[in-house]
């Protein structure tokens, strides 16, 4: 049965990095947007607009409402766990399923921002950086995700890559009540970085919330690592 995606990318990135992954769910017959949030990629020169988590939910439910798309599958890569949450809590009518791919979730029903996830130091490393890149966040040049990616991806990837509007981090999402109706998938990178009980706290969440589990064998952005594998897995979703 066509399934339509709407693929939402994480930090750094744009529509762009989802090119090896798009045309592998078009060759299933499913249809797949790709959107820039504001800043970010193609849309950089509207970095100096005020940037926060809101307006990156707005982009997204924009997409769907401007398109007329119901029975969405929506995927939040990475930061854009926290995006996805958002526009789940404002249009749940026109999503059949919500795919978590490596990201940030809400561990309870409280309020909740990306800059609660990083240690305090490393948060004020981040903040120094961004105020050195007009308040955007740039790519770590340690990052921990790049397991799995050629050299040639790794330079497209860094050529393509723009500082993050770091406002988006300091601004909490509202979760609201779960939406228990709504499947949700959580497909775990084992090697983005992460430590061993992190990612058991995930796989015990999943199991709390009666959400499906999927595990990839490589680092944070598998769409450009393993494409073929990740679009497997979101073929399986139900």
């Known amino acids: 049965m066509e399934q339509q995606f709407v693929l939402v990318p994480g930090a750094w990135l744009g529509g762009w990095c989802w090119k090896y992954l798009h045309p592998l769910l078009r060759e299933e017959g499913h249809e797949v947007y790709t959107p820039t949030l504001t800043g970010l990629g193609e849309r950089e020169h509207l970095s100096h607009c005020e940037v926060d988590l809101e307006r990156h939910i707005t982009d997204i439910v924009n ?38 791919l490596d990201a940030l979730i809400p561990m309870n029903d409280d309020p ?43 330079e497209w990837m860094r050529e393509k890559a723009v500082p993050h509007p770091l406002d988006t981090f300091r601004q909490q999402v509202n979760v609201g009540t779960p939406n228990v109706s709504l499947p949700t998938s959580y497909i775990l990178c084992t090697q983005s970085g992460m ?38 897995q979101l073929l399986e979703v139900h």
Not at 134 to 141: E, N
Not at 208 to 232: A, F, K, N, Y
């Open 63 to 100: 997409v769907l409402e401007y398109n007329d798309l119901t029975d969405v599958v929506l995927l939040g890569h990475s930061y854009a766990g926290l995006v996805v949450t958002g526009v789940a809590e404002r249009v749940p009518e026109r999503l059949k399923h919500m795919v978590y």
């Open 195 to 232: 430590d061993g009980s992190t990612l058991d706290m995930i796989r015990q969440l999943c199991e709390q919330r009666e959400w499906q589990l999927g595990e990839l064998d490589t680092g944070h952005w598998p769409m450009v690592s393993i494409p073929q594998q990740l679009s497997h």
């Open 112 to 154: 909740v921002s990306a800059a609660e996830f990083y240690p305090l130091d490393e948060w004020k490393t981040m903040e120094a950086a961004a105020e050195d890149h007009a308040g955007g966040w740039p790519l770590p040049d340690d990052h921990s995700g790049w397991v799995g990616i050629s050299d040639e991806d790794t």
